[in-house]
């Protein structure tokens, strides 16, 4: 059983269409994460979020943002997309709030594609 | 301003010998450092933790050092196997960023049968 599974894998789309990424864990983990590792190979958080607070990382456009429907999930739109915004997204979900340390388990990826 | 450096963007090993990828961090505010291990087109598994209290964590075949004075911990694999040859990122975590991780660019270890 996938722990945090990303739908879809591979993405590949036109500059300026609007997308979603899925994201669902089924762990029980109170808090959901949004990742995206550039050409660069950096990980770089985007958002973090729990039922109580939304963390949002200030360099992330406002095309980006996280919506979660349920405890389980948090998918990602983006609005216009951009050249620049080729890159894999990671979603990722830990236990417990925001105030504590626990490592975080991640999905395997969705690649995104800007033509 | 990477506050997360892994130096060696690569480190090939002999199977059976000792594999160790090294950490460097600028923010004195982490207190909690995790690796990783990353396999292509997976995502990152959580491979070991150290809180900044101590300065040794052992799991099995794979050791934390952290040097707190140094800014610098490493990740000791003993003994490696061809298994272990993925990319393996070093991440940092604060309170003062909300808990959120801040990793390295990562280091691509090759373990040689």
């Known amino acids: 059983d996938t722990a945090v599974s990303q739908t879809p894998k591979y993405l590949v789309t036109q500059m300026g269409n609007d997308k979603s990424i899925k994201c669902e864990q089924n762990?029980?983990?109170?808090?959901m994460y949004w990742y995206k590792q550039d050409s660069k190979k950096f990980l770089k958080i985007m958002f973090s979020y729990n039922n109580k607070e939304l963390i949002i990382n200030e360099t992330v456009p406002n095309r980006f943002s996280p919506k979660s429907p349920d405890k389980a999930h948090l998918n990602l739109h983006i609005n216009s997309l951009e050249l620049g915004d080729s890159a894999v997204y990671f979603c990722?979900?830990?236990?417990?709030?925001?105030?504590?340390?626990?490592?975080?388990?991640f999905g395997d990826g969705t690649r995104l594609s800007i033509l | 301003d990477q506050q997360v450096k892994q130096n060696s963007p690569s480190l090939s090993v002999q199977e059976g010998r000792i594999s160790i990828l090294n950490c460097d961090y600028t923010?004195?505010?982490?207190?909690?450092f995790l690796w990783y291990k990353k396999y292509p087109a997976e995502g990152p598994t959580f491979l070991i933790s150290i809180s900044s209290i101590k300065d040794k964590n052992e799991d099995g075949r794979f050791t934390v050092f952290l040097n707190k004075s140094a800014k610098h911990l490493s990740l000791h694999i003993v003994p490696s196997q061809p298994g272990d040859s993925a990319v393996y990122f070093c991440?940092?975590?604060?309170?003062?960023?909300?808990?959120?991780?801040?990793f390295g660019k990562g280091t691509k270890l090759s373990v040689i049968p």
């Open positions: 991440a940092a975590s604060g309170r003062t960023g909300s808990y959120q991780l801040t």
């Open positions: 923010n004195s505010m982490f207190d909690y």
């Open positions: 990722a979900s830990s236990p417990g709030g925001q105030g504590t340390y626990q490592p975080q388990h």
């Open positions: 762990l029980g983990h109170d808090t």
